[in-house]
Antibody, heavy 123, light 109 residues
Framework: QVQLVESGGGVVQPGRSLRLSCVASGFTFSSYGMHWVRQAPGMGLEWVAVISYDGSDKYFADSVKGRFTLSRDNSNNTLYLQMSSLRPEDTAVYYCAKDRVKGARDQYNMDVWGKGTTVSVSS | SYELTQPPSVSVSPGQTARITCSGE??????AFWYQQKSGQAPVLVIY???KRPSGIPERFSGSTSGTMATLTISGAQVEDEGDYYCYSTESSGYHRGVFGGGTSLTVL
């Protein structure tokens, strides 16, 4: 079955960087776009970013654009989120999610989610 | 960027019909999706492309759209349906940014 396992979360000081990873299994990783979605404590879901199946297209929420970068290693079924210039408001559980449509380049949406990894930005 | 607006909470008795709305300007042009999140768990897709139900989702879950509003309907809501529900869609500007509604807390009691 499809499985997504996030890692890399932790406590980090404001202004510092952190890289999250998501290892996928149970599907052809190289055929699907992948998302990051976050949820601050007690708050709703916030879509963060998506990368197309081949890594050629990337889109970001305004709140992270210019600070976060996305990449993927299709040979190792791994998705990465590089977070820089972190702020206290980036504190959240970060979920990795698989896109629902094989080969999608429009109307990206999620069908399977990981359990999340927690990032806390605090001095 | 645009917003999707949901009511903060909806409450029904078991067996009643629960309706959760989501309004947003791009919805006539973009699909709506619905996710259920129970306390302490990751979200689960319950409706995709406005009104389609993934395998394994009970038939009591349905979705529809009309103009700028999407609606998730749970016919004969059960206690186990309690949780937070989020609508989701994407921008139509060509920059394929996703957006969630603020979420609706469903109480069934």
């Amino acid at each position: 079955q499809v499985q997504l396992v996030e890692s890399g979360g932790g406590v980090v000081q404001p202004g510092r960087s952190l890289r999250l990873s998501c290892v996928a299994s149970g599907f052809t990783f190289s055929s699907y776009g992948m998302h990051w979605v976050r949820q601050a404590p007690g708050m709703g879901l916030e879509w963060v970013a998506v990368i197309s199946y081949d890594g050629s297209d990337k889109y970001f929420a305004d709140s992270v654009k210019g600070r976060f970068t996305l990449s993927r290693d299709n040979s190792n079924n791994t998705l990465y989120l590089q977070m820089s210039s972190l702020r206290p408001e980036d504190t959240a559980v970060y979920y990795c999610a698989k896109d629902r449509v094989k080969g999608a380049r429009d109307q990206y949406n999620m069908d399977v989610w990981g359990k999340g990894t927690t990032v806390s930005v605090s001095s | 960027s645009y917003e999707l607006t949901q009511p903060p909470s909806v409450s029904v008795s078991p067996g009643q019909t629960a309706r959760i709305t989501c309004s947003g300007e791009p919805l006539p042009k973009r699909y709506a999706f619905w996710y259920q999140q129970k306390s302490g768990q990751a979200p689960v897709l319950v409706i995709y492309e406005d009104g389609k139900r993934p395998s394994g989702i009970p038939e009591r879950f349905s979705g529809s759209t009309s103009g700028t509003m999407a609606t998730l309907t749970i016919s004969g809501a059960q206690v186990e349906d309690e949780g937070d529900y989020y609508c989701y869609s994407t921008e139509s500007s060509g920059y394929h940014r996703g957006v969630f509604g603020g979420g609706t807390s469903l109480t069934v009691l």
